[in-house]
């Protein structure tokens, strides 16, 4: 039976729930990119089978911030998944902050080692710092999920190298988010 992941592609193409946007680009064009060449490479591998969020550049979930993330996660739950994971771009008023970083609801969970893993594999394609996984579970879609659940910050939008990288080699990052996947089920 084929493992069921879920790529949330984080943000709507306009609000509500738009994200971040700086350096001429936008968050959510970003994730949708790379959530898309993720499923590519999931569903191309017998093992696996997955879902998106977002199936085209202007689908908006939603009519608020709360009712967008409310759909994501009861997608995910209603598919039965086995592991979501929600893709973003981060952003700070330090322009030199750069890499990348995950999110768990709690740190003894196969989140937990998932997270790691895909750390590992964006730093690996992409050049950039790992910068570690953090719990946080006030965060909706992780303590919302039936599933285990990961949150990526797969680089700071607001870094002119960072933004450059996610915009000129989203497949870069869609592959070693693949790999980290791959590491975590021992398939790598």
Request: net charge negative.
């Amino acid at each position: 039976m084929a493992i069921k992941i879920f790529i949330d592609q984080g943000h709507n193409p306009q609000n509500p729930n738009a994200g971040a946007e700086a350096n001429g680009v936008r968050e959510q064009d970003i994730t949708y990119e790379v959530g898309v060449r993720l499923a590519a490479l999931l569903n191309s591998n017998p093992n696996f089978e997955a879902e998106l969020s977002r199936n085209s550049p202007t689908e908006v979930l939603g009519t608020s911030n709360a009712t967008s993330l409310q759909a994501r996660v009861y997608a995910a739950n209603s598919w039965g998944a086995d592991f979501f994971i929600s893709l973003h771009c981060n952003s700070s008023e330090i322009t030199e902050a750069s890499g990348s970083e995950a999110f768990v609801y709690r740190n003894d969970s196969p989140a937990y080692d998932m997270a790691i893993r895909l750390l590992e594999g964006l730093h690996y394609m992409t050049g950039l710092e790992n910068r570690g996984v953090f719990v946080r579970p006030s965060l909706y879609v992780l303590r919302a999920t039936d599933m285990p659940s990961v949150l990526v910050e797969m680089g700071y939008i607001t870094n002119v190298n960072d933004a450059y990288l996610m915009t000129s080699d989203p497949q870069s990052f869609a592959r070693g988010l693949y790999n980290g996947i791959l590491l975590h089920y021992g398939m790598l």
